[in-house]
């Protein structure tokens, strides 16, 4: 197993990495991990700390691949509504367009509507919680974003279709933290949402905890570890 690298040493590893690309290149960062593994709060916190280098707040941004969640109405017609979150419940051929989209190098000129579709800026969804729903180009990514933190449990899986997505990035980050602290926090997640005691654990231990497990034991191993203390 690597050893875990500490939070100044992943903000070095990310310019590193931008450095060694062209110029015009962005940089992919992927940084997966369980439900309840503090992603979304490290993307975040990683950003910040890669725009405090710069002169500009666009210099690096995060984009959630929770976006990507299937509609419920979907979800109700497959028999999935109660498996909401796991591996089958995304559109990854979707997720896939957009990696294929962020690699490509923004043109000199900026933004041109009378260039292809694959031109920036790039939009994407994002998923509204207090909907439960994701809102169609609710997010984007303009022409002079450099570093685009992409975080979600799924990014390095093994498994197909998965397994297409890790070609698109230039890092990988994995978030470590042990099963029986998920459990805690994915307990308390739901109690937070408004659930009694016997409703959140049943919750967090017959979805949340089965999707954790999928990606601790069947993805890919990352380029570092970093390890996320208890909340």
């Not at 690298?5 to 450095?19: E, M, N």
């Not at 559109?91 to 509507?113: H, M």
């Not at 992409?150 to 980050?173: A, D, I, M």
């Amino acid at each position: 197993m690597k050893s875990a690298v500490d939070f100044q040493t992943l903000v070095s590893k990310c310019l590193q990495a931008k450095q060694s690309l062209p110029e015009s290149q962005r940089l992919l960062v992927a940084l997966a991990g369980a439900p309840g593994s503090g992603k979304s709060t490290l993307s975040a916190r990683l950003v910040d700390a890669l725009n405090s280098k710069t002169d500009r707040q666009n210099f690096a941004v995060t984009v959630p691949m929770d976006g990507y969640h299937l509609d419920n109405v979907i979800l109700k017609a497959r028999g999935l509504m109660q498996v909401k979150g796991s591996p089958d419940t995304f559109d990854v051929i979707g997720f896939e367009d957009l990696l294929k989209r962020l690699r490509q190098a923004p043109s000199d000129g900026g933004y041109n509507p009378n260039d292809s579709a694959s031109q920036y800026p790039v939009y994407y969804p994002i998923f509204d919680r207090s909907m439960d729903l994701s809102r169609v180009a609710a997010g984007c990514v303009d022409d002079q974003v450099e570093i685009v933190v992409l975080e979600g449990n799924y990014l390095l899986l093994k498994r197909s279709p998965w397994n297409t997505l890790s070609q698109y990035f230039h890092l990988t980050v994995m978030l470590d933290v042990p099963l029986d602290e998920l459990e805690r926090r994915l307990v308390q997640r739901w109690l937070d949402h408004g659930l009694e005691e016997s409703k959140a654990r049943l919750r967090a231990l017959t979805n949340d905890i089965p999707n954790a497990k999928v990606v601790i034991e069947h993805s890919v191993s990352a380029d570092l570890e970093f390890r996320s203390v208890r909340q």
